[in-house]
């Protein structure tokens, strides 16, 4: 389970390092290169929560056997395509196929291991192999891509999920499941196509403007079609998302919380990876190494989440890890033409690692304990919660990055005016981050009796 939902993730970081070299190759427009990596969050994203409810209703086992299945022919498509439009279509049904493994193996984890000392292991461990598998998917990525070619980035991926569907099927035990309800399609549609505009509004931005007419029109379409959403759910007899799992406030803080270190995450995996191979000419399996302390931080972070289990509230933990996170992508102001690796990247990838594993880590169990038979759609909610607020923000900060740019061209170098679009970009996902945990704070507040602790 933690080997098929790391690959998932990984899908993410190892193409961002395989960008340039496929870019070159196949004569990749900056806008194409852009959605290469939002495309996949996009509907990794949005096509979770359905299969959170598919997983539900016909068993767990099942879609994630399905999806590893899935995940394997999409990226066996997507390494060898000839064309720019095969690779995005590629990147596309590896994000929904994606989608079922990453809803049903949180969600088996959590059926799994219930309650105690399990449950904080299983979880620390979860939140261990996640943080040094995906800071060690970098280092692979960039040996592939300098040993061999940008292609095996995604090739070798297919075996992988084959074997893993294999053991699944023999090892996986079945799971209760949801019984008749209905998936909830008309919401999901909705849903979709609501995410869909709201990242394409963001992607013109970068390239058009916030005034241009495609801009503004998608985004106003995105929140007509969300407000729809809800409407459809408060109606619907078996809605994708039951109502009781966001009537605890703790649970929704969680939910939340991940959202938004979403954004703090992979925007800031973004940039530092712009920064490390456009500003200091790092080579990509160079880049790959640069991204391994931020695996050693979430390892200990980790580690550390055991001890304090049972001690601290996961509010608290919430709350924490969001501040830290905040901090990262706040350092990433500081970067100029004279910083080093030691000086300005390290002390971004550890607070990252930290930061990201505390929220990841304590929302995943705050969010799916006692979730019973919607522990599928809680899963999916954690995790498309990540991945939709990976798209939104990096659609957002490199819309920022790219206006502040061009804005800064005329008065100042090349390189000095991409400098001032990382530091504008940074400041307001920092501050976006650091408001959102004042938010968390104010949402969970609960009476003294009934506050929840922290499981790592």
């Known amino acids: 389970m933690l080997t098929g939902n790391l690959a998932v993730f990984a899908a993410v970081t190892m193409m961002n390092v395989a ?65 720019a439009e095969m690779l995005l279509a590629a990147r596309a049904l590896q994000g929904m196929t994606g989608a079922l493994v990453a809803a049903t193996a949180l969600a088996m984890i959590s059926v799994m291991f219930t309650h105690g000392r399990e449950r904080a292991r299983a979880f620390a461990l979860f939140g261990m192999v996640m943080g040094m598998g995906t800071a060690a998917s970098f280092t692979l990525a960039g040996a592939l891509v300098d040993g061999f070619s940008w292609r095996w980035v995604m090739l070798i991926t297919t075996p ?94 969680a939910f939340t919380s991940v ?71 706040a350092s990433f102001i500081l970067l100029g033409t004279d910083s080093t690796y030691v000086t300005g990247i390290l002390p971004a990838m550890l607070l990252l690692g930290a930061g990201g594993t505390i929220v990841m880590v304590t929302g995943s169990d705050a969010a799916t304990r006692g979730a019973g038979t919607d522990s599928g759609i809680a899963s999916a909610l954690v995790n498309s919660g990540q991945q939709i607020g990976a798209a939104l923000g990096t659609a957002l900060l490199t819309a920022i990055m790219a206006a502040t740019t061009r804005r800064h061209l005329a008065g100042a170098g090349e390189l000095d005016a991409t400098l001032t679009g990382y530091a504008h970009a940074s400041a307001v996902g920092a501050a976006i981050i650091a408001l959102s945990a004042i938010g968390v704070l104010v949402l969970a507040r609960r009476p003294a009796g009934h506050r929840h602790r922290a499981v790592a």
């Open 160 to 253: 992988v999920a084959l074997l893993v569907a294999l053991g699944l099927v023999r090892t996986a035990p079945p799971t209760p499941t949801a019984g008749r309800a209905q998936l909830g399609l008309p919401s999901a549609l909705l849903v979709t196509v609501a995410l869909g505009l709201l990242v394409f509004g963001f992607d013109r931005a970068s390239t058009l403007g916030w005034a241009h007419p495609a801009t503004w029109t998608s985004l106003a379409g995105a929140v007509v079609l969300l407000g729809l959403f809800g409407l459809v759910l408060r109606r619907s007899a078996h809605p994708l998302i039951p109502p009781r799992l966001l009537a605890d406030r703790l649970r929704l803080a």
């Open 19 to 83: 960008l340039p070299a496929a870019q070159q190759a196949l004569g990749l427009t900056d806008a194409s290169r852009a959605a290469v990596v939002t495309l996949y969050s996009l509907c990794f994203g949005a096509f979770m929560l359905l299969g959170g409810r598919l997983a539900d209703v016909v068993g767990l086992r099942r879609c994630l056997t399905a999806g590893l299945v899935g995940f394997a022919a999409a990226s066996l498509l997507g390494g060898v395509s000839p064309s």
């Open 259 to 329: 959202f938004v270190v979403g954004i703090g995450i992979f925007a800031g995996m973004y940039i530092l990876t712009t920064f490390l191979q456009g500003v200091l000419g790092y080579s990509a399996l160079l880049t790959g190494l640069a991204f391994l302390p931020y695996g050693l931080s979430a390892m200990a972070t980790s580690q550390l989440l055991t001890v304090v289990s049972g001690r601290v509230s996961a509010v608290a933990m919430l709350v924490v890890g969001l501040f830290i996170s905040a901090a990262a992508i």
